[in-house]
Nanobody, 124 residues
Framework: QVQLVESGGGSVQAGGSLRLSCAIS????????MGWFRQAPGKEREQVAA???????TYADSVKGRFTISKDDDKRTLFLQMNRLKSEDTAMYYC??????????????????WGQGTQVTVSS
């Protein structure tokens, strides 16, 4: 059974916006923090943004001020609003959930569950 399902990816010109969504099954949603990760070809996977069960958020420096992570508890859905997109944002974006964090200067979620990914391509 698919437990995390992303949608909303696509192609957009630089400066444009996209909104990613992730529907998460209730057993996972109600027990975990959630986040968005991305991986571009030739680069390591990185955490873009994460949100804990209290709604506190953290962002990668590269997306601060441009991306917003949010969630709708009634719909058990995670969102990533991406504005002023840059070509450097091109990557596969993954929704993830987990209950463990590590501290590396910022709080990094260690997911136990992953979505299948949705491609975001930004043309310059």
């Amino acid at each position: 059974q698919v437990q995390l399902v992303e949608s909303g990816g696509g192609s957009v010109q630089a400066g444009g916006s996209l909104r990613l969504s992730c529907a998460i099954s209730e057993d996972i949603y109600d027990r975990n923090a959630m986040g968005w990760f991305r991986q571009a070809p030739g680069k390591e996977r990185e955490q873009v943004a994460a949100i804990d069960i209290d709604g506190r958020t953290t962002y990668a420096d590269s997306v601060k001020g441009r991306f917003t992570i949010s969630k709708d508890d009634d719909k058990r859905t995670l969102f990533l609003q991406m504005n002023r997109l840059k070509s450097e944002d091109t990557a596969m974006y993954y929704c993830a959930a987990g209950a463990r964090w590590i501290w590396t200067g910022v709080a990094i979620l260690k997911p136990d569950y992953w979505g299948q990914g949705t491609q975001v391509t930004v043309s310059s």
